[in-house]
Every structure is written in C-alpha cells, then in structure tokens.
C-alpha cells in the first residue's frame, strides 16, 4: 500500500478567498504572528453564525 503524503483531509473544509481589508486590520492580525489567516476566520466566525443577519448594519453597508 502507498503512504499518503501531505497533510491529512479536514472534516471542515475552506474555501480560498481574496478579500480586500484596511491595511490597520490586517497590521493586528499579522502582529501576533504565524496563523494570522486562522485568527481572522476565527474573529469572523461568531458575526457569521448569530443568525442576525437582516439587522446586522455591517450587512446594510454593502449594499
């Protein structure tokens, strides 16, 4: 049998993405260090699953 090589396969699976953001914001996330992609997803995670979003003003100013 052939070994696997690379990393395992995720159960949650994500999607690569190109976002234009503040150069602020992406300075305090690259400032702590390696893994800052994962800590912006994490900072992100809870305003996509509150379920509010047709009250959200974030949302709003989209439009």
């Given at each position: 049998?052939?070994?696997?090589?690379?990393?395992?396969k995720?159960?949650?699976?994500?999607?690569?993405?190109?976002?234009?953001?503040?150069?602020?914001?992406?300075?305090?996330?690259?400032?702590?260090?390696?893994?800052?992609?994962s800590?912006?997803d994490?900072?992100?995670?809870?305003?996509?699953?509150?379920g509010?979003?047709?009250?959200?003003?974030?949302?709003?100013?989209?439009?």
């Amino acid at each position: 049998m052939k070994a696997l090589r690379g990393r395992p396969k995720s159960d949650s699976k994500k999607l690569l993405v190109s976002t234009r953001n503040s150069p602020g914001v992406v300075a305090y996330f690259r400032s702590a260090g390696e893994g800052w992609p994962s800590r912006m997803d994490g900072a992100l995670q809870p305003l996509a699953t509150r379920g509010e979003r047709e009250a959200d003003p974030l949302i709003e100013l989209r439009s």
